[in-house]
C-alpha cells in the first residue's frame, strides 16, 4: 500500500503562482509514476502532469509551460509548481501513485482557487 498527502492548495489572484506537495510513505518502492490530476467544479476529473521513475515529465496542453512536476527522492515527496495561474485552474488537484502492480492509490485532493 502507499498513503498520499497533498498540502499546498489556497486561493491566489490570476497571474500567482502555488506550489502542491505530495508526500508519500508505504510500499514507495514499488511507485512507478507519480501523476497529478484535478476535478474543477461541475467537471471530470483531469490529468495535468506524470513524472516517471526515469525523470520523464508529461503535461496535459493546458498547462504545459506553466506547471511543472517534481519530486524530492529524499522527503518522498512530489511537487506541481503552478505558475500564471488562470481561473479556469480552480479544481481539486489530486496526486496519484501508479505502482509496478498496476495498482495505484489516490490522495485526498487539495483546492486551488483562482480568482480573476
Known amino acids: 500500500q502507499v498513503q498520499l498527502v497533498e498540502s499546498g492548495g489556497g486561493s491566489v489572484q490570476a497571474g500567482g503562482s502555488l506550489r502542491l506537495s505530495c508526500a508519500a510513505s508505504?510500499?514507495?518502492?514499488?511507485?512507478?509514476?507519480m501523476r497529478w490530476y484535478r476535478q474543477p467544479p461541475g467537471k471530470q476529473r483531469e490529468w495535468v502532469a506524470a513524472?516517471?521513475?526515469?525523470?520523464?515529465?508529461n503535461y496535459a496542453d493546458s498547462v504545459k509551460g506553466r506547471f511543472t512536476i517534481s519530486r524530492d527522492n529524499d522527503k518522498n515527496t512530489v511537487y506541481l509548481q503552478m505558475d500564471k495561474l488562470e481561473p479556469e485552474d480552480t479544481a481539486v488537484y489530486y496526486c496519484?501513485?501508479?505502482?509496478?502492480?498496476?495498482?495505484?492509490?489516490w490522495g485526498q485532493g487539495t483546492q486551488v482557487t483562482v480568482s480573476s
Open positions: 513524472l516517471s521513475n526515469d525523470g520523464t515529465t
Open positions: 508505504g510500499s514507495i518502492s514499488s511507485i512507478n509514476t
Open positions: 496519484r501513485a501508479d505502482l509496478r502492480t498496476g495498482r495505484h492509490y
